[in-house]
Structure formats: C-alpha cells, structure tokens
C-alpha cells in the first residue's frame, strides 16, 4: 500500500486520521464476524465499503487482515469481491495472516458459479507470496480443465503469475506444455489469447536458460501456429487481436505468396474500429513487404486513408499518438503523402505538440506541386497567437526554401516577414535568409536590400544579431553603409553578451576590412583591441590570432577569413538515418512518439519485446574495428547507436521476467528451431554460442592468427548481400554467430565467433567482403590451434551456401 | 504491458488505485505526475504520453478525471490510450457520467470493472455489453428491483452467455414487445478558411449510429444510395467484410442498444453552409473589427445555434464589441463569444467595434482565428443518403426511424 508519506497528504480534516477509526472498524468487524442474523450481510457491506475507501485514500488498514478474513465466510458475491480486493492488497506485507485466506479461497474454487470459481482464482493468485505457491498449483491445475471458459481464462494468467512468483514450480507443475495445448485447442479465443501472452513471457524468459524453451519460443512463431490464429483472427477480442498481429509481425514467410495471403486476410483489420488493431495491422503490413520495394509502396498506399481518419476521428490523445506513427511515415516516404497536405494543416485549437509534428509534416511532403500552397499556409501561422509556434512556422518555410529548387516565391515571402516588425519574426527571417544566401548566392541581390533596411538596433535574439553581422561582413561590398553599422556594433561591444555574436562582428569586421579597407579600418582596430581585452576565452584567441595573421600578411589574412566560399548544397541533418530506421522497426512502440529508438529512452531491464539482433549490423566499416576494440567504452555510453550484443545477452538472462512477452531471440530471429549443421562430423559447434564483446575483443587481441585466405562468392551469395543482417542470419543458421558487423555496398565488415559443442573453446573470425570483387578476406583465429583447420572449413562451407535456396 | 491504473481528481489527488502486476507501482509517481502537469500548465495541454524517470506514463483527461496508467516496457501506445478512452467510456456510461464524487460513491464497481476489463496488464473485454451482464450497474431499476427481491448483489448470478459466443458483442437474446431500429447520420464539418477568403480545407467526417432494440438475432442490411462519395470508411467489428467490399452493402449482426456502426469521411467538398467575413483594420492604436456571418448555400433547412468564438490577441487593452443580433460575451480570458442563434430573415448578422492596443503599439499583428459553431437538422452535408435497411426474417411490428444532422468541428475563419 501506500507509504505514510503518501496517506499524510490525503488527509484534509474532514477525512479521519487513521488510527482511532481503524481500531473502531476493527471492533465493529469482529462484532459481525460471528453473527448469522439476517441483515448481517448489507452491515458487512457497509463497514467493507469503509475499509476500502480507507485504502483507496491511502490509510494503512492492514491491521484489520485477521478481522476481514474472519468476515469473509459470505455467500454475498460483492462481500466477497471486496474482501479479494483487500486481501490482494495486503498480502504481500503481510504472508503470515494471508495463509489465512488460503482457506476459504480454495473452497471458493469449488464453488458452483463459475464466476466465484474465476474471482476466487485469481484472487488467489494475486496474493503474490512466495512461501503459499504450494497452494496454488492444485486450484489451477484443475481450472485449466475447468468446464467454463471464464474459469480457464483467469486460470491461464494464474499461471503466468505463479511463473513471476515461482519459476520452477510453474515449470515442474508442467503447466507451459498444458497452456500450448489450450492453445491450439480451445474453443474459446480469450483463453486462447490469454496462453499466447503468458506463454511468450514464460518462454522468452525461460528461453535464455533452457533449450528447449527457446525452441518452443521459436515454434510460437511457425508457421503452424500463425495460421491457425490468423485463421481464427476475426474471433478474437479487439485487444488480442492486437497480440497476435504483434506475433505475426515476427513471422517470416517463406515465399512471396503466403505475404500476399496474409496482408488478404488482414486488409479488414485496417478498418476496424479500435485504432490500436489498425495500428498492429499497419505494423504487420510494413514489416512484411520491407523486401519487396514495389508492394512496400502500394502498401503505403494503402494505409493511407485509414491512418488519416483515425487522426481526425479519435480523441485528441488517439490522434496524437497515430499522427506520431504518420509522422514517422511521412518522414520515410514524404511523396506518397504529398496530395493529402491538408490534412497537416494545424486547427486553431490543437496542442502545440501536435501542431510541431504538423509542421515538420508540412516541411517534408512539400513539392513543386503544392509549395505555393504549404507556404501560404505556414505564413498565415506566422501571425498566430502561439510564438513558439509562429517561429517554428517560420522555419519550416526556410526549410521549405532550402529543399526546393525554385524558391521564388518563397524568398519574397521570407522577405515580407523581415518587414512584418515584430521582433521574433524579424529574428527568425534573419536567420533563414543567411541560411538561404549560403546556399543560393544569387539571390544575395534581393535579400541584401531588404536586410539593409533593418535597423540592427531592432535584432536583440543572438542568433539573428549573428545572421544579420555575418550578412553585413559577407556582403558589404553591395551594402552602403555596411562598415558604419559594424562600426556602431563594435562601439557596443560592451554590451554585447553573447560570445557568439562577438566573434561574428571580429570576423564580419576582416571580411569588410577587406573589401572596403579606407571605411573600415578604424573599426577593424577597435574590434582588435576590444577582443584581444574580452574575458571569453575564444573571442579573445580569435581577435589575437587576426591581430597577428593581418601583422605577417594581409594577403594571406584575406585567404584565410575570407576565402571564396562554395554554395552549400544540402545541410546536415540532425537524426541519422540508421536512428531512423530503428525507429521504423519499432513501429506500434513508444519508441515512435518519443522519436527515439527505445534503447535510448527504455532501461535494459525493460526493453520490449521489440529487438532484434540484426539490429547491430548498422555502423560503417571504420566503426566496425573501433567497436569492438572500445565495446567498453559502447557498453557505457548508452547513447551510442550501438547495441551490443552484450547488452542484450544482459537483458535476456537477467531481467527478462519483465521483457514481457518478447521473442527477441538473438540466436535464430525466424530461423528453424533446430539448424541442420551440414558440419564435419570431426567438428560440431554449439548452437547457443554465447560470447560478450569485451571478452572477444580481448580474446582478438591475445590469440594470433590461426589462418588467413581469401574466398571466392558465389554469384548468388554477391546477389543476396544488400545487408549486412542477411549474412547474419544466415550463418546464425550454421551456428556462427555474428559479434559485430557493418558497412555498406559494396564494402562489409564482419566479426564472426563460435563455440565448440560441450566445450568453451572459441573461434573468432574477421571476415572482409567486397561484393564488387565477390571476395572474402576471412581471418580466423581459434583457441584451440589443432581444430582452426577444421573450423576454416566449416566456415567456408557455411559460406558458400550463402544465397543459394 | 500496463502495470497499474490510477483515477485521480482534477486536484491531483488519487481517488482510485489498480495494480495489475507483480510489479507494484508506488503511488509517488502521482505525486511525479501532476508536479509534472502543473508545470505545462494545464493537464489537456501535457502530451498523453510521458516518460517519468521511472515509468512512462499514458494520460486520458475525460470531465476533470485523469486516467493514469504506467509501464515499464514497451509497448503499443494506442493500446494503452485506446483502453484508457474505454475504461472512461464504460464507466461514464454506467455512472451515468463522470465526476469526482459519482467516482468516490461507486468506487467497488470501478473496482469490479476494472477486475474484468484487465488482467494482468492485458486488456481482456470491454464490451458494455458484456460487462453489463456481469456487473449490473448502479441504476435506479437495479436498486429497486434490490429493495422488491431482498437480493441486494449487484451481481448478475450467471456468467454472460455471450463470452462464449462468436458474437461477442451481443448479449444473449434479448426480447423485446416493439421491435425498433434508429439510424443517425451525425456528421461533422472541418473547414479552414484563409486570410484571403480561400476554403483551403473542407471535410465531413461522419458517424452511423444505430439504436437497435430488436427480439433474437437480428441480421440487418443498410444500403446507402451514393456510397462511392465515402473516402475511408471504419467499422464496428460486426460488419461483415466482404459485402462490403463487394456492393459497398452494410450487413450486420446489431449490438443491442446503442452502438456506433460505422465512421466515414469525406473529403474535397466545396462549400460551406454559411460564410464569415471578418475584416480587422487598424489605425493609430485602435483597431476596428466587423465581421458579417450569413448563409452561403439553402439546405432547405434552419441552421440553428450559430456561434462564433474567438481569442483576443495579448496586446489588446479592451475592447468594445456589440452585435445587431444575438449576445457578445468577452470572457475573462479574453474569449470573446457571439452567440447568434438563428439567421433572422430581414437582416444580416454583425459584429462590429473597436479593439485598443496597447499603447506602444500601432498596428495589430496577430490576428485572432474565428471558430465558427453551427447545427443543421435533417441534412447530412456530406450528400451521403441512405437509401435502405432490411431485416432478415422480420419480427411482425418492426419500425424503423432515419435521421440525419450536421454540426460544425473544428470550422475556423482566419483574419
């Protein structure tokens, strides 16, 4: 229950203080506990009520467990449903007295109703005490055999509870297997549903210690137990539907056809009403077609409508969350959505956060064909009530400007906020129209006149103050009066706080000195003395170093402040692509509305069910070494795009009772259960390999080089590494196991290892592929010296089979 | 998957409190929560998923009552907000609406509910119509029929035949003497109106609701004449796909009671149903405001409760606005609101006045975005028509009511 600190602060004076009411509940309770008088029961009901709002409120009422239990011998289905209540609450802290209720909850198991069977149950369960498991695995048992499906489907999440409780006693009951016949098995589809969710947590949590866990895990995902769902899928509750098109979304079809077969059965989904279905079926639609880019994109088609009538049909909270996933969508492939703009168009009413999502939205689908549009639109923003709002609009036009080729309009429009004088529009056109000038130069003409006519003294924002002295430097030559405003700027230099508009005005200054150097020289020599005497320690090297290069040579100063300059063609962008794309693979995740992949955001322990060993394949080649010689260093730094595989080991075997029902098998993702080993029979690996970064990195260091050659590829093999998670997968097949990997066509880099069957000795392989070439440097290096020759072959053999059916 | 569910009043404190798994989550979070919700400002204005140190966090704020639920995996936003939306759902529909002390009177039947709706962290039926067979809500029939039986249990003593049954939405057979059938077609116009008088956005989005009172099991067919005007359309889980998709026909086996059947939207319509022209000039400090509202297109049909809205900039001082009809109310938060009722017949509605800005400034330069309420009786805007509903084997007395009505959504005039 709550800490005291917490039922302090609910007490206002109208509320009881706790003590003196408890102790007088707790005689009135034992006055009843004995009694058979008629009435009794509505009496009981009363004083029930009392000690539940208590609890509710947050006063500690444990102290009344013995009196409560005693009370509980009622056939009254409410008394009774709020005594579960309490004893569920308080069981915990107190195991001694929950015994007590062990009683008349196993008789209440055998009640005739089914529903006081079902209640009883999971009440029973709920008690959560480690030392009272024992009681536990009969009552269950026998309601998994019960004859009414409400009692097998709470009988189902009681065993997924007595698993969090008590691992082995779930496991010895032998209660898994029983639960994958229910599943295959029954009529009932929430039972059915309700063993798919605790099978997967039970099974991915045994998984990482048991073999034949892990196969059983990998069977959930074949292909016998994804029909039958999906051929049942219409009969299933909204929510499992949701579960189960999660576990199809991990399925991978063997041949194009089934894709199609699926995607046919489940196009009615997206028209179903609760959106977290549609969203599931968006998921499963993506993931499936990723290989085949033509219907990836009908399929992009096809979600469309769908996903934009849930924006505008759901509560403000629903829409948020889909217009985040659209977000994402429209990101990966803006065109497909650049007819339905207007759905982006921010409403007067809707929360800033959503409005930012929009905007970013309106950005990225803009054309030639609607621009016009898009920035008329995002102009009538910049007069909106919101500023935040108003100055993001602002930008999103620049950044409409800097991705088009025709930007016309667009700078007149820039150049009309510039005379709108209001201070923030002015400051964020200013920044916009630098950015525009470094990448169109030839624009300078019309923009410089237009930013001539701003009076500096009107631009207090230090961005904009730097954009403006930084135009005011670059093109002074066409401005008039260029040098005096500098001047004026450099008589202030006092009070000017920021660094960065200071050392904008030193560099502004030399670019002006250059060209106009009768005007400027005066200034040029009080902006010097002003940054040699400035306290911040980069303006004051800048001012010194231009001091001395100007003393050694005017004409090398020139070259070096103001060397002539190239137009930028693109700027960098903030989120790397392969954030991006991880982003995509964790579509249906928070990970979506926070813009993050989850291991940035998620604690180990926690990490969904929604990883993927082939994930770690995204670093370039460069990386690809540094990575395992500093995995110490990566393990660290958390926000590293890179996921060892250590990490994840670290999930699975530590924490993975909370990793909830993830199939995030890192040995085999949509692999057969058991890989048939075409190995030499002199040499057999082990098929769960296990193997952290920091001991391969140190192991790579100490061991020398067994054997090095270069391979031939395959045509086949060449043809089928477009990525490098292809190869992984496949020689996670033959029992090697990828540590790291990266690159990109035609170049791949991969660090391979293996075990040797029943023994810890390892192989580690470096292994180089140039597609263009089709060949392979390999380099092994083995601890046990007399087998490496054999496991070359191996390695060889398995490689060789790469791309070929 | 969730771990625990907390109702909290609009005062921040925790009227109700579910733990769904092992996991037990400490009610300090709360605490974490609103702090949080007091520094945005305002709780409709915090996004409805946060990330709090230890939890992330999944908000619904329906009639002052947030509905908190926390986890510690990942998982599918939309479930967990779609399952807070339908937990407020049911228990508004069976408190008959939601508040603070209607929540603290009943709070064993939100109790019980929630025990039902979810196990474990995973959503398990929240269909009304099964959960009303399991726990009977507290309604004045069921407390009379209390008093007269001597069975005081809220509890229905059978399970719900229909968790067994493929129509899980359809509770066991009911019967009924008159046998009725209600559709509405409630739409919903989205317009946006730029500063240059340009329609740049028009859509109706639309609902076909029916109330189906009906003996057994009814199977029912609703045709519409123009079909082919829909862009998207989603369905209650009791439409069946194919007719569909095949005659764009609507069979369905009918919830009882209330239900929503069906949404649709339709998009690129042309006009609306009356216009709005503001005009903002402003001179010296003062700003002179006019705006006309009037009607564009006759439906044939009365256009009722027409109201206008709008926020006044910050840099207005005061402001003096009257109106040749209807009343204009300057809220203390600088709303100002026009309701006009009905168009009268002999003249054009309008709204004039002056706006005084504040003393350094000259000319406004934010200017306010009308939003513009309206109602149409009878009409549908979208044109869609219904053009049929069969019953399959039809009860002797059936009757069968049609009714449609447009209302404004999210309707803005730009100035």
């Known amino acids: 229950m709550a800490p005291p600190a917490q039922s302090q602060r609910s007490q206002s004076p109208s509320q009881p203080s706790g003590k003196s009411e408890v102790s007088d509940l707790k005689l009135q309770l034992r006055q009843l506990a004995g009694s058979r008088a008629p009435g009794v029961d509505d009496s009981k009901r009363e004083l029930f009520k009392k000690v539940i709002s208590y609890m509710t409120i947050g006063i500690d009422v444990s102290s009344l467990f013995g009196e409560m239990v005693m009370c509980s011998a009622t056939s009254d289905i409410v008394l009774k449903k709020m005594c579960y209540l309490y004893v569920g609450n308080y069981a915990k802290v107190n195991p001694d007295l929950a015994l007590l209720t062990i009683n008349f909850l196993q008789r209440d198991c055998h009640d005739q109703d089914p529903m006081i069977r079902g209640l009883a149950l999971r009440s029973l369960c709920s008690l959560r005490v480690a030392n009272l498991v024992e009681y536990l695995v009969g009552p269950l048992g026998s309601g998994l055999k019960d004859s009414n499906s409400y009692v097998r489907m709470v009988a189902v999440i009681g065993v997924l509870k007595l698993y969090h409780i008590s691992a082995s006693t779930c496991v010895d009951a032998d209660f898994p297997s029983t639960l994958k016949h229910l599943m295959l098995n029954d009529s009932d589809t929430q039972v059915v549903a309700n063993c798919l969710s605790a099978l997967q947590e039970i099974w991915s949590a045994e998984a990482s210690t048991s073999e034949e866990a892990s196969r059983e895990r990998e069977a959930l995902i074949s292909k016998l137990v994804i029909y039958y769902l999906l051929n049942r899928i219409k009969e299933f509750s909204e929510w499992a539907q949701c579960l189960v098109l999660e576990l199809v979304t991990k399925y991978v079809p063997s041949e194009s056809s089934e894709i199609f077969d699926i995607m046919n059965l489940l196009e009615d989904r997206l028209q179903h009403a609760n959106g977290a279905v549609v969203l599931a079926t968006v998921k499963v639609f993506l993931q499936l077609t990723l290989s085949m880019t033509d219907v990836h994109q009908q399929v992009y088609e096809r979600i469309k409508a769908p996903l934009l009538t849930l924006v505008s049909s759901g509560s403000p909270e629903q829409s948020y969350a889909v217009l985040s996933h659209l977000h994402l969508l429209v990101m990966r492939a803006p065109y497909v959505f650049s007819s339905d703009y207007k759905h982006f168009y921010c409403q007067y009413n809707e929360p800033s956060y959503v409005k930012r999502l929009k905007l970013e939205m309106l950005t990225a689908v803009a054309n030639e064909s609607n621009t016009y549009e898009i920035v008329t639109e995002l102009c009538e923003y910049a007069a909106n009530v919101d500023i935040p709002i108003a100055r993001e609009s602002i930008r999103a036009v620049g950044k409409i400007a800097l991705q088009q080729y025709d930007v016309n309009a667009i700078v007149d429009r820039l150049l009309q906020f510039l005379e709108m004088e209001k201070d923030y529009v002015t400051a964020e056109a200013l920044v916009l129209v630098k950015d525009l000038l470094r990448k169109y130069p030839q624009w300078s003409h019309d923009c410089i006149a237009v930013v001539g006519n701003i009076s500096s003294k009107n631009v207090q924002e230090p961005k904009a103050k730097a954009a403006l002295i930084w135009m005011l430097g670059e093109y002074s030559q066409d401005m008039q009066d260029a040098p005096y405003i500098l001047e004026s700027l450099v008589e202030n230099w006092d009070e000017e706080h920021s660094a960065e508009v200071r050392l904008h005005l030193l560099t502004a200054v030399m670019k002006c000195f250059f060209k106009r150097p009768p005007e400027t020289q005066s200034a040029l020599g009080a902006a010097l003395a002003a940054g040699v005497a400035d306290f911040h320690q980069d303006v004051h090297d800048r001012a010194l170093f231009y001091y001395r290069i100007l003393r050694y040579n005017v004409s090398v100063a020139e070259r070096v402040v103001n060397p002539p300059k190239q137009a930028v063609s693109v700027f960098a962008d903030t989120q790397s692509s392969e954030i991006k794309d991880r982003i995509f693979d964790e579509f249906n995740s928070l990970s979506v509305l926070y813009q993050k992949p989850s291991y940035m955001f998620t604690d180990k322990e926690h990490r969904g069910p929604l990883e993927f060993a082939d994930e770690i394949g995204n670093l370039s080649i460069g990386e690809a070494t540094d990575n395992v010689v500093s995995s110490q260093r990566v393990e660290e730094n958390d926000k590293d795009l890179l996921l060892t595989t250590a990490e994840k080991e670290e999930t699975r075997a530590g924490h993975s009772q909370q990793a909830s029902f993830g199939i995030d098998d890192l040995l085999g993702l949509g692999m057969p259960a058991v890989p048939n080993v075409p190995s030499p029979p002199q040499l057999k690996l082990n098929t769960k390999a296990a193997l952290d970064p920091s001991t391969f990195q140190q192991k790579w260091r100490q061991l020398p080089i067994a054997l090095s050659q270069e391979l031939l590829l395959s045509p086949q093999a060449v043809a089928a590494l477009t990525a490098p998670q292809a190869l992984l997968r496949h020689m996670q097949s033959h029992s090697i196991h990828c540590i790291a990997s990266g690159g990109q066509s035609p170049n791949f880099k991969f660090f391979f290892f293996a075990q040797k069957y029943e023994e810890s000795s390892n192989y580690l392989v470096e292994c180089i592929i140039n597609t263009s070439s089709g060949k392979a440097q390999v380099k092994i290096k083995a601890e046990d010296q007399s087998t490496s020759q054999a496991f070359s072959t191996l390695f060889e053999s398995a490689l060789s089979k790469f791309g070929t059916p | ?415």
């Open chain 2, 1 to 415: 998957m969730l771990q625990c569910i907390f109702l909290l009043s609009d005062s921040g404190e925790v009227m109700l409190e579910k733990q769904l798994t092992g996991h037990r989550v400490d009610r300090s979070i709360c605490d974490w929560f609103w702090d949080h919700v007091i520094s945005q400002g305002d709780s409709l204005k915090s996004q409805p998923v946060i990330a709090s140190p230890t939890h992330y966090l999944f908000q619904v704020v329906r009639e002052g009552i947030t509905f908190l639920a926390c986890t510690q995996v990942e998982m599918p936003p939309l479930m967990g907000i779609e399952f807070l939306c339908r937990v407020s759902d049911v228990l508004s529909d069976y408190l008959g609406g939601l508040n603070e002390d209607v929540i603290k009177d009943n709070f064993v039947i939100v109790y019980e509910l929630l025990d039902e709706m979810i196990d474990n962290g995973f959503p398990l039926t929240t269909e009304p119509n099964i959960l009303r067979e399991m726990i009977a809500p507290p309604n004045i029939v069921s407390k009379v029929l209390s008093v007269v039986t001597g069975n005081s249990s809220n509890v229905s003593d059978t399970l719900p035949g229909a968790t067994g049954s493929c129509i899980p939405w359809r509770a066991a057979d009911p019967k009924y003497a008159n046998n009725e059938v209600y559709v509405d077609l409630v739409e919903e116009m989205d317009a946006v109106i730029n500063r240059d008088g340009v329609l740049v956005k028009c859509e109706v989005y639309g609902e076909v609701r029916v109330n189906s009172h009906l003996s057994g099991l009814p199977d029912l067919t609703l045709s519409f004449a123009n079909p082919s005007i829909l862009d998207d359309v989603r369905f209650h889980p009791c439409v069946r796909f194919r007719p569909w998709e095949s005659h764009q026909i609507l069979s369905f086996v009918p919830p009882d009671g209330e239900f929503k059947l069906m949404s649709y939207r339709v998009k690129k319509l042309k006009s609306t149903p009356i216009y709005v022209k503001p005009q903002l000039s402003s001179d010296a400090g003062k700003c002179r405001v006019n705006v006309l509202v009037g009607i564009r297109n006759d439906h044939g049909k009365t256009i009722d409760s027409i109201t206008l809205q709008f926020q006044l900039p910050p840099c207005i001082l005061s402001a003096d606005l009257t109106s040749n009809t209807g009343t204009v109310n300057i809220l203390g938060n600088k709303t100002c609101s026009w309701s006009i009722g009905r168009i009268p017949k002999d003249k054009t509605p309008s709204l004039s006045g002056t706006l005084v800005l504040e003393s350094e400034l000259e000319r406004l330069h934010v200017f306010p975005t009308f939003r513009v309420g309206f109602k149409i009786m009878g009409v549908a805007l979208s044109g869609l028509q219904i053009d049929k509903l069969d019953l399959k084997t039809a009860p002797s007395r059936l009757y069968k009511g049609f009714r449609a009505l447009t209302r404004a959504g999210e309707f803005e005039v730009r100035s």
